[in-house]
């Protein structure tokens, strides 16, 4: 693809956002499923984030097709952990060149040499204009890696962070982000706050995208201490 074929920008869309809650005939279960995202990268790369729990196949497929795709026409799956609802249909993407499930890269039964430096700054490009990175950001789990999009559509950066944040009133409230589990919460706390100072927008893991401005990214920082 030459230069003058590239798009201006990623295009991000949230296919369906995510939810969190306590179940009402129970109150020690939750329900819960993933906030899921497209990314269409300017290079032709498609790739979705967090792929909703395995009973949402055709629910999924019916998202994609209301962006003029079907499964086959992803070429990238990424979920930013392994919790079933956020790796459920994943079985769709057979034809994807890699999955990538929180730190762990694979294609079939090959896993590939992702994230394997022992750097923890580590960063994987998605598309070949490197404006589509995957971090690790540990915390909810250890392996737990969120998308980075510079050059969207919105007119900022970004964040597609699975967990790290639950939704935008955990910035707030840290009971829930903390309540929903958290392997290591005092990492999780520093990487909340280095993904708000790179970015313009979070797509957290249990609810709609919401901006990121000054007075956010002073919240999280003063956390931190």
């Avoid at 993904?195 to 401005?213: K, Q, R, Y």
Wanted: net charge negative.
């Amino acid at each position: 693809m030459s230069t003058s074929d590239l798009a201006p920008h990623n295009q991000v869309t949230v296919l369906q956002d995510g939810y969190s809650y306590e179940d009402s005939g129970n109150e020690s279960h939750m329900r819960a499923n993933c906030t899921s995202t497209l990314i269409r990268c300017r290079d032709g790369t498609n790739v979705i984030v967090d792929t909703m729990t395995a009973w949402d196949g055709e629910h999924l497929k019916t998202l994609l097709q209301g962006q003029g795709l079907e499964p086959k026409d992803i070429h990238v799956v990424v979920c930013t952990h392994g919790h079933s609802d956020h790796i459920g249909c994943n079985y769709l993407f057979q034809t994807a060149r890699m999955h990538l499930v929180g730190a762990c890269a694979s294609n079939r039964d090959l896993y590939l040499d992702h994230f394997g430096s022992g750097d923890e700054a580590e960063e994987l490009a998605l598309d070949s204009n490197k404006e589509v990175l995957v971090r690790r950001t540990p915390g909810h789990t250890l392996s737990c890696v969120s998308v980075i999009v510079t050059n969207s559509q919105l007119g900022g950066t970004v964040g597609i962070t699975g967990d790290l944040f639950e939704r935008q009133e955990d910035i707030d409230d840290d009971s829930i982000w903390r309540n929903a589990g958290s392997e290591d919460a005092k990492r999780q706390v520093e990487e909340r706050s280095k993904m708000a100072e790179v970015c313009d927008f979070i797509v957290p893991g249990h609810g709609p995208m919401f901006p990121v401005n000054a007075t956010v990214r002073s919240k999280l920082k003063i956390q931190i201490k």
